[in-house]
């Protein structure tokens, strides 16, 4: 996932005002003051100081806040699918379901905070007789969240509505390049929560980030691209602070051989061309088992010949990414690819048409490194051990998606993936229940589900002696009958249970 948090964009010289554009036609349509670095410190002491009385809630009342909060976006909605339209440049229906999506999410995560955050209680065993243990959770204080813009409401709400829900106060850095919906998002939160100003944004390029970083939250939350993720974690180490990364994926698609055809190249589609392809768990490459393939091919052609750049997604926002996908196409048609559908003239920025490209190398730079556009890949395989080996071939790792009946569950265990959908595309990210995340470049870390509810806590191990027992060997007083019972114990462990 592409973004410019911590970007060289240019700082020498910047106004005081972030000025936002449409990515469609390069017009302003707002502005936000940018964060001078001392400013992005005091935002964390506000926050951190309201975070108290925050964190102190019962976590019914903290819902009460965050339900207030969801009404409040879902009543308004028209203005935030506004901006969604002229700030992202998501096409109407791409911007009503990332809405919807980050609703969902927010609810959820408000009901199932109490549950992450009851005490544990865990078996002591039996060198611990007498005792009882407990794990119990605590909020870390505040989270510095530095969100992307392909979703600007849905990817950072997956950080910032777990971490308010379990009594964390949330600095957030939204893209420069969606600020205004990162502002509308903190402004209603202030209009539901106004007793509690425990989510505050900060504006600005790169500086803003690194000030972010720097300025003294416990965990920071970062999605974008693996390079500025690196940056983030070396600023993290000095303070050691704790990151969770959500980075960059080269999703893969396998279609097994009785695999529903229609039904796999138009979910296929779907996913690679969904928000003109700027979707990190999208699909960019496709390996399909050979008894199969130009079945899939010609369905995959027909469907993506017939979807146009500005009517069924929108622009490419970052105007940057264009360069990038070019690259692609041209690597891919260099290496010795050909294209089935679009080809370099489907790129008339601020619009790219769907590629469909096919016959690319392995080491293809088109088929190794992410895309971030409406640019698909699908090669044959020789059978379905082939495409699992090609699907794990790159060091990305989110998510997957499989196409088959039979088989389709053992593939989808055999892959590197975060997360895979079988018989979908990209089904997981619509789960609450079910954590959001990656493996090796892609990420550590989730959120979503109550492991995404707890990566925003800390834990604390109790254990309470309740009974005296008159064995004690964990003293300097311990008898020849404590020192027996250790023997005893010692012994267990050579008898194997069959």
């Not at 061309?273 to 768990?281: D, R, S, V």
């Not at 109790?462 to 064995?471: A, C, D, G, S």
């Amino acid at each position: 996932m592409t973004t410019a948090a911590l970007s060289s964009a240019p700082e020498a010289g910047e106004s005081a005002e972030l000025l936002s554009r449409d990515p469609s036609t390069g017009k302003p349509i707002g502005s936000v003051p940018i964060a001078a670095p001392e400013e992005v410190r005091s935002a964390v002491a506000r926050v951190r100081d309201a975070a108290t009385t925050w964190a102190d809630l019962e976590a019914r009342e903290r819902r009460r806040h965050l339900d207030r909060w969801r009404r409040t976006i879902a009543d308004r909605r028209g203005e935030l699918l506004e901006l969604l339209q002229a700030e992202a440049g998501k096409a109407p229906a791409d911007a009503l379901l990332e809405v919807n999506l980050a609703l969902h999410h927010l609810e959820w995560a408000a009901v199932h905070s109490r549950r992450a955050l009851a005490p544990q209680r865990v078996r002591s065993g039996l060198m611990m007789l007498g005792h009882t243990s407990t794990l119990v959770r605590r909020p870390y204080g505040v989270i510095g969240v530095i969100g992307p813009w392909n979703y600007p409401v849905y990817t950072p709400m997956g950080s910032i509505a777990y971490a308010l829900a379990t009594g964390n106060g949330v600095v957030f850095k939204p893209s420069e390049h969606t600020a205004l919906i990162g502002q509308w998002l903190v402004d209603r939160f202030a209009d539901a929560a106004p007793d509690h100003p425990v989510f505050e944004a900060v504006h600005g390029f790169g500086a803003t980030g690194a000030a972010l970083v720097e300025a003294g939250t416990d965990k920071i939350a970062f999605t974008g691209s693996v390079g500025t993720g690196r940056k983030v974690m070396a600023g993290c180490a000095a303070s050691l602070t704790p990151v969770l990364m959500e980075l960059g994926g080269k999703d893969a698609a396998i279609v097994d051989t009785d695999a529903d055809l229609d039904d796999a190249a138009d979910a296929i589609v779907w996913g690679a061309l969904m928000n003109a392809g700027q979707t990190c768990a999208g699909v960019e490459r496709v390996y399909a088992v050979d008894e199969v393939y130009d079945a899939l091919l010609e369905r995959i052609t027909h469907r993506a010949g017939q979807i146009r750049a500005a009517i069924d997604y929108g622009a490419i926002t970052m105007p940057a990414q264009i360069d990038v996908i070019a690259e692609h196409i041209d690597a891919a048609l260099t290496d010795g690819g050909r294209a089935t559908v679009g080809g370099r003239e489907s790129v008339r920025s601020p619009f790219v048409d769907p590629v469909v490209l096919v016959d690319v190398p392995e080491d293809s730079a088109a088929v190794r490194e992410e895309t971030f556009g409406p640019v698909l890949i699908v090669n044959r395989a020789d059978d379905v051990h082939d495409a699992i080996s090609r699907a794990n071939g790159t060091p990305y790792a989110l998510g997957a998606a499989v196409f088959g009946r039979r088989r389709g569950r053992w593939i989808a265990e055999q892959l590197r993936s975060g997360m895979v959908s079988v018989n979908g595309v990209v089904d997981f990210g619509a789960v609450p229940a079910l954590p959001f995340g990656g493996n090796g470049a892609s990420g550590f870390g989730r959120i979503h589900g109550i492991p995404g509810l707890q990566e925003f806590t800390t834990c604390m191990s109790i254990t309470e002696r309740r009974l005296r027992l008159p064995v004690r060997p964990q003293r300097f007083s311990r008898s020849r009958v404590d020192i027996a019972a250790l023997v005893l114990l010692l012994n267990r462990h050579r008898r194997v249970r069959r």
